[in-house]
């Protein structure tokens, strides 16, 4: 079951779903119309960053960067960035057994 987050501002909207194999995200106008949703895996993921002074989540994926307001203390949103990490932190290889097959 995907966690969702939805952002919304007087003309954007913001939708970040979590699921078990990774993230899809989607941005629309005030008009709804927007993209088709991105779909990323956690080892696309190269950076979680969560800002310590405003609400907000960032991902980076390659090039691209996700950035969208999220509600602190909210079971939801701390839930869906917990599942972020936690798959992002799976797909990144260790040092220790990246070296142990050289």
Known sequence: MAITIVASAPLKKQTLEVHDEGIS?????????????SHYSFDQIDAVVRSVTEPVLSLQIGTTVIKLAIKNGDQTHEAAIAQIVAG??????QPAAADAGV
Do not use: D, H, L, N
């Open 88 to 93: 992002a932190k799976k797909s990144v290889v």
């Open 25 to 37: 995200y989607f941005e629309s106008t005030g008009f709804g119309m927007g993209e088709p949703p």
